[in-house]
């Protein structure tokens, strides 16, 4: 490995132009706390959003059953990675405060009210949900409920498939406390055999192999969860003693991993650091609420949790299983299949997709055009004996990964590939471990990055031998190289031969293979770097314009901003006059609408059946919003310290006229009108769903339904495409 490089000082500071004294500071005009929303409590409102479509009833039942195992997922990952880390921060006696003003022991005092609530609304709706199912002959049903047939059915099952599987485990001076591995769901029984023999504790861990739900034959889809079904044939397991009592548990631990900066082989110490996160401190222990009383101290005592480390629950552990139920093959109860449309332009030209970009620049919007568009150009590169070297960013590519595949394919075949491996991709450390030793076995070189930064940019550059010379091909996305994601996430993929964006990917290869900083770079920024100066220089612009009299306006879509500086920037060009209409998914520390800072500002959040993921940065450049003459960014970076300060990004300008359109004029737009799916954020930092009603607009269903410009072809001349206006679509 090369030697650890510590991460360049950049000022992050709002640089204020001269006139600016006037201006109210915002320090002065409200405490911190009324003007920034803290991270944690801004995520769990998005995930308050995330289980609202569990209760949208819009939609069909299995896929708001979905919508709860998601929210459900999100909170197990909240806690392990983020609640896990504030109480590090309280164990240590670090006192850094959040972007509000608060001390890690006030966040979680905070997030643990907020929890318990969320927990008991996600219960809510799984008995709204499970009533409405059971109408539907799909069934989450108590094994008392069940005939004397099928609870003798799941008494043969017990016998035959789950009793081989557990393992009863005593409790006692001769019987170590068991490891309860993290998710991990046990059933711990109080048992006795004799009246003089004192009470014997024992333990059921559920086998991670084991299923969560048995499917009960018949007609009907009756799913019984597994834990019942320990519970209820415990006699089988121990036959000679009394159940004096019972209890489900379910253990959630400290998933983090944190890179040493000392560490001199990043897989060594990944392949080490995945072991201990199996083995993390317990940082939440979820009981059913009838769990016995005495097994329950037991627990207690021996995973060392506190009482604030303590959920208890009158109804199911671990909702995030449910997702297996929700692939019932009922499609009456689902979403209508959607097929993603492959872009004629590429078609036009025999699915050459080299042709294809020469001709213009493309950009393929995810899921509603497909990703093996992506797929496609990697496989192509990899058997054109043309192609002289492939180098691919590889954050998140799944288990069955085809892009992997074809880099494989391309060494194979005598390119030369370079692959740059993130493994700090939390939750894929070890995935991308994998695909990392298979790619090198097949000739890749294979790089891992800097030690202390994440890359996080999503570039492909293939180098191609042509008549005029050598001829670069790039694709720059705002989403990983995941299939699976892909037909679920909204990303942008823009296609370009543009000889200045190559050199430019080039050199930002260099800087993440050999540490060298680029002296210039002609169009594209890159985090660390320049990215954020760049974002601050435009923002700047509007500003100007702003206060000479021009037509100003950002129109900005991300996953989350928590940066304060570009919040504070933001809030600086709101008071200039700028209007600001922003997108954001997720976490947003930004307070919308406040007198005297933000009022110039919109802030929406879209939750629907597609995740938003894309990233794009619009500014007015002295004409109104949206104009051909608005300068258009797509990015991999959101908002976030992490993103501006410790990971490598791009950010990359939309030049090409149609492209320009589609992302300004149809995604960006199409989501700033979206009413159906959308939620407005207001200055106290809490969000309203907006209004619906006769004209209600469906950013998803537009897409669905409409082909994008670039990607058309001669083909859009036979489709117009609806134009969007900020009045709404002109039909």
């Not at 009456?332 to 036009?348: A, G």
């Amino acid at each position: 490995m090369p030697p650890s490089r510590k991460p360049m000082s950049r000022d992050t500071a709002p640089r204020l132009a001269a006139n600016d004294a006037a201006l109210p500071s915002p320090e002065q005009a409200l405490g911190p706390e009324e003007r920034y929303t803290n991270r944690e409590i801004s995520w769990l409102s998005f995930n308050r959003r995330v289980l609202a479509e569990s209760e949208n009833e819009q939609y069909p039942l299995l896929e708001r059953l979905r919508f709860l195992s998601i929210s459900a997922s999100n909170l197990d990952e909240f806690t392990m990675v983020r609640i896990a880390g504030l109480e590090g921060q309280v164990q240590r006696g670090i006192e850094t405060q959040g972007i509000d003003g608060t001390s890690p022991r006030q966040q979680l005092a905070a997030i643990r009210e907020q929890l318990l609530t969320l927990e008991e609304r996600q219960q809510k709706s799984l008995d709204t949900l499970s009533s409405l199912l059971a109408d539907e002959g799909i069934i989450l049903a108590p094994i008392d409920a069940l005939t004397k047939d099928q609870q003798q059915w799941l008494g043969e099952y017990f016998e035959s498939d789950i009793l081989p599987l557990i393992t009863p485990q005593a409790i006692d001076p001769s019987h170590p406390f068991p490891f309860v591995s993290n998710k991990g769901i046990g059933v711990i029984f109080r048992l006795k055999r004799g009246k003089r023999q004192a009470d014997l504790i024992e333990m059921v861990l559920i086998p991670s192999g084991a299923p969560r739900f048995v499917r009960v034959p018949g007609e009907e889809a009756i799913y019984v969860a597994i834990e019942q079904l320990i519970t209820r044939f415990a006699d089988h397991m121990f036959p000679g003693f009394k159940i004096l009592g019972d209890g489900v548990f379910r253990v959630l631990r400290d998933s983090d991993i944190e890179v040493e900066e000392e560490a001199e082989d990043l897989v060594r110490f990944y392949r080490t650091a995945i072991q201990r996160r199996r083995r993390g401190h317990v940082v939440l222990l979820e009981v059913d609420e009838e769990c016995d009383a005495v097994a329950e101290a037991l627990l207690r005592e021996q995973l060392e949790v506190v009482e604030d480390m303590i959920v208890k629950t009158g109804g199911m552990l671990g909702l995030a299983d449910l997702d297996t139920i929700c692939n019932e093959p009922r499609p009456d109860l689902k979403f209508e299949p959607f097929s993603p449309r492959y872009p004629e332009r590429i078609l036009e030209h025999d699915g050459d997709c080299f042709a294809a970009i020469r001709e213009k620049d493309l950009v393929i919007h995810h899921p509603f055009e497909s990703f093996d568009v992506v797929v496609d150009f990697l496989r192509q590169a990899a058997r054109d004996p043309a192609v002289m070297s492939i180098k691919q960013t590889l954050y998140r590519a799944g288990d069955q990964s085809p892009v992997i595949a074809a880099l494989i394919e391309a060494a194979q075949n005598g390119k030369a590939v370079t692959a740059v491996v993130e493994l700090k991709a939390r939750f894929d450390e070890e995935r991308n471990i994998h695909w990392a030793s298979e790619l090198e076995r097949a000739g890749v070189q294979v790089i891992y990055g800097f030690t202390e930064w994440k890359t996080h940019a999503k570039v492909s550059l293939v180098v191609r031998r042509e008549e005029d010379g050598y001829g670069t091909y790039c694709h720059f996305g705002t989403g990983n190289y995941h299939p699976i994601n892909a037909k679920i996430y909204t990303d942008l993929s823009f296609f370009t031969a543009d000889a200045a964006l190559g050199r430019d990917a080039a050199k930002m290869f260099n800087f993440i293979t050999g540490y060298i900083e680029p002296d210039t770079l002609e169009k594209i920024a890159v985090s660390p770097i320049d990215l954020n100066d760049k974002l601050f220089e435009m923002i700047d612009a509007e500003i100007a314009n702003a206060k000479n009299g021009k037509p100003s306006g950002i129109w900005v879509k991300l996953n989350s901003i928590t940066n304060k500086a570009m919040i504070d920037k933001l809030y600086e060009a709101s008071q200039a006059g700028v209007e600001i209409r922003m997108v954001v998914r997720g976490i947003c520390s930004l307070r919308a609408g406040l007198p005297g800072i933000s009022e110039n500002i919109q802030v929406k959040s879209v939750i629907g059946r597609f995740l938003e993921h894309s990233r794009v940065w619009a500014f007015a450049n002295g004409k109104e919003m949206p104009s051909r003459q608005a300068k258009v960014f797509l990015t991999s970076a959101d908002a976030m310290s992490r993103n501006l300060t410790r990971r490598v990004e791009v950010l990359v300008p939309i030049t090409n006229k149609t492209v320009h359109d589609q992302v300004l004029g149809q995604v960006m737009l199409a989501n700033i009108l979206d009413t159906e799916q959308s939620w407005s954020l207001g200055p106290d930092g809490q969000y309203n769903r907006m209004r619906k009603g006769e004209d209600g607009f469906n950013c998803h269903e537009y897409f669905m339904s409409n082909p994008s410009l670039s990607g058309r072809g001669a083909a859009l001349a036979e489709h117009e495409v609806p134009r969007l206006t900020l009045g709404g679509a002109d039909q």
